[in-house]
């Protein structure tokens, strides 16, 4: 496609109608600056029968000059006037590179200044923006769908191209360049700051005492008893009474510790597990065995089984282009999107935190590329068509530069007349 395709000149009605305009004032100038010549050559023929001519004469002639420097000042803008090589002639058309380097410096130092861009991000609500358009059903239900529509082929092209290969791989290099000892230590470190291992302890106490008290448990608790035990003492059945001493006394300490936050226990526990908090975080050997289980379970093939049963699961239910099932999923994917939109709407802390997101990425965006914008601008001017660009400029403004030569021409017309008139009463004197 040319070059100068990118200027849209097609002519609709209003240009033809602005065309016609301008033709008519070049020509009422043209015929001005026509009458300005014939009303001077009929002045000076007619000098000598009355002083007043030489009036008339004057203006005519100044207008007559006037009129036609300015014709040559206008043409001169756009072309060579009357074709002749003329220096400081055409100057838009001999100055078309310049122009354009300009123009793109213009518009990168001025308009894409960086207060500048600041300034009218700043002024823009993205978030707001995107809040309305998700809560719109139908703005929402067409995102579904065309989520929906797109997933399919998404997940095929990441099946057959070695994208899942490769995602594989790098969140499995991930997980193992993690260092899970000092993330584990901080993890329980805020779990114990915030007092949830004792509320922990307290369910623990709970379990145990539910499993003191099953009958399967106490059962086989009673036989490692009795195995245990002398013969004498079989005779006499004292496993069940040490049984129901052993389960009468723990229920009673776990009842005594559940109900009292100031029991010991509960400070033995609380230095067990800061203890062991700070050997997590110190101890080499610890951050080992952190190590060695992290590896052990990823090494372990079921878990390579339930990720791959997974992922075919995932293609499956989206594979579903019709059906119950799609519908569903648009359905639900429907509501998600609006639901989105309302909650992103009634929050203006999150608003504001996303609009200082995207503000930060667009800003950087601009700053990095708008030497590329300036670039690209003075290139698209350096390709255009300057005989059709100035056809365009020509019927914008034109009307207006053709005023010049009206105005040039009274006050050039003026001008003489003052000059006379001040030679005249000179010459009185």
Known sequence: MAATDSLLLAIDAG???????????????????????????????????????????????????????????????????????????????????????????????????????????????FARFVAEWLDDRKRSGDLARFVLHLLPEALSAVNNSGLKTFFTRRILGQIQALDLAPLAAGTLRGFVRDGRHQALLDDLLVAVHGALNNQETLTAIRDKIRAELPTLLKLYRAEKYVLNKVVASATSFFEDVRTDPQHPFRGEFDRMVRSFVDRLETDPAYAERIEQLKRDVLARPELSELAQHLWSNVVAMFGEGQGHTASL???????????????????????????????????????????????????????????????????????????????GMLIGGLAGLALYTAEYLVRLL
């Open 329 to 407: 999923l648009h359905h639900h994917l429907s509501r998600l999107f609006m639901e989105a939109g309302r909650q992103l709407a009634g929050d203006a802390d999150m608003r504001a935190e996303i609009n200082q997101g995207l503000i930060v990425v667009l800003r950087s965006f601009i700053a990095a590329q708008k030497s590329g914008v300036s670039s690209f601008i003075a290139d698209q001017v350096k390709s255009w068509d300057m005989r059709q660009l100035i056809g365009v400029i020509e019927l914008n403004v034109g009307q207006d530069l053709q005023y010049i030569r009206f105005n």
């Open 15 to 125: 240009d033809a109608a602005r065309a016609a305009q301008l033709r008519r004032i070049k020509a009422l100038a043209t015929a001005a600056l026509g009458a300005c010549l014939l009303l001077l050559v009929v002045a000076r023929s007619l000098l000598d029968r009355h002083p007043a001519f030489g009036f008339i004469a004057a203006f005519a002639e100044a207008a007559t000059i006037g009129g036609l420097a300015d014709w040559y000042a206008v043409v001169a803008l756009f072309r060579r006037p009357l074709g002749l090589p003329i220096p400081h002639t055409a100057i838009i058309q001999t100055n078309q590179q310049r122009i354009a380097d300009k123009l793109g410096e213009f518009i990168e130092v001025h308009f894409l200044r960086d207060d500048a861009v600041n300034a009218k991000l700043q002024q823009t609500d």
